[in-house]
């Protein structure tokens, strides 16, 4: 993968347009999400289940957006930096820092590790 297929694809997350986004992925995949009972977090395993866990997200927090993205390549792993900004169903607001650690195995993504920064939710200005 290269930074214009990254760019696009964070685009697609941005669209939520999960077709497009699904593209990028190997049937294999392996997700593991910011939060969870295991020290990786949740680990969302296959292409479908992982389209499910996308779609999860943009119904729960339908403006959710990752903002700033610069991506880092070395070998077969991206790096991609983002700001994590989103309304959770509560009201509160989250906005935090990411990085998400690809894995890239004949120019799909086999797996994606998340990591985001422990800000606590606020309450939207106005």
Not at 67 to 73: I, L, M, Q, S, T
Not at 97 to 126: H, M
Request: net charge negative; aromatic share 12%.
């Amino acid at each position: 993968m290269n930074r214009e297929q990254m760019t696009a694809m964070f685009d697609a997350f941005n669209r939520h347009a999960i077709d497009d986004v699904m593209e990028y992925f190997a049937d294999d995949v392996v997700f593991d999400t910011v939060s969870g009972d295991e020290a990786h977090g949740t680990r969302i395993v296959g292409k479908a289940a992982v389209r499910d866990a996308f779609v999860n997200t943009w119904t729960t927090m339908p403006d959710v957006q990752w903002a700033k993205g610069e991506f880092f390549f070395a070998d077969q792993r991206v790096v991609s930096e983002c700001t994590f900004m989103a309304t959770q169903p509560d009201g509160l607001r989250v906005e935090a820092d990411s990085v998400d650690l690809f894995t890239i195995e004949k120019g799909k993504i086999t797996r994606k590790q998340a990591f985001r920064k422990q800000r606590p939710a606020f309450a939207p200005a106005g």
